[in-house]
């Protein structure tokens, strides 16, 4: 049970940084975007820890609140989930 909770949670966070790095690049190009509303499920349903890495490392969406404050909530939940089952 442990070893399927941290990989759903990993294939989640990569797929969250993924879409985190493809919409700033489709920023910089000024082309079609991805709705936040799919970017913060993706962070709810497991995903936030890449979110936050991808956060700061892209510097993408670091000054709209809800993802500077909920995305690190969300990966603080999840590591101490993570935490607390091993």
């Known amino acids: 049970m442990t070893a399927v909770v941290i990989a759903y949670?990993?294939?989640?966070?990569?797929?969250l940084f993924?879409?985190?790095g493809y919409d700033k690049t489709q920023?910089?190009?000024g082309?079609?975007?991805m709705e936040e509303a799919t970017l913060h499920i993706l962070a709810f349903c497991g995903g936030a820890i890449g979110g936050v890495l991808a956060m700061?490392?892209?510097r993408h969406k670091t000054r709209k609140n809800a993802f500077a404050f909920g995305f690190p909530l969300l990966a603080a939940i999840q590591t101490f989930i993570i935490v607390t089952l091993l």
């Open 31 to 33: 082309k079609w975007r």
């Open 18 to 20: 993924i879409a985190m």
């Open 27 to 29: 920023a910089k190009k």
């Open 56 to 58: 700061y490392l892209f």
């Open 9 to 15: 949670i990993t294939v989640m966070s990569t797929c």
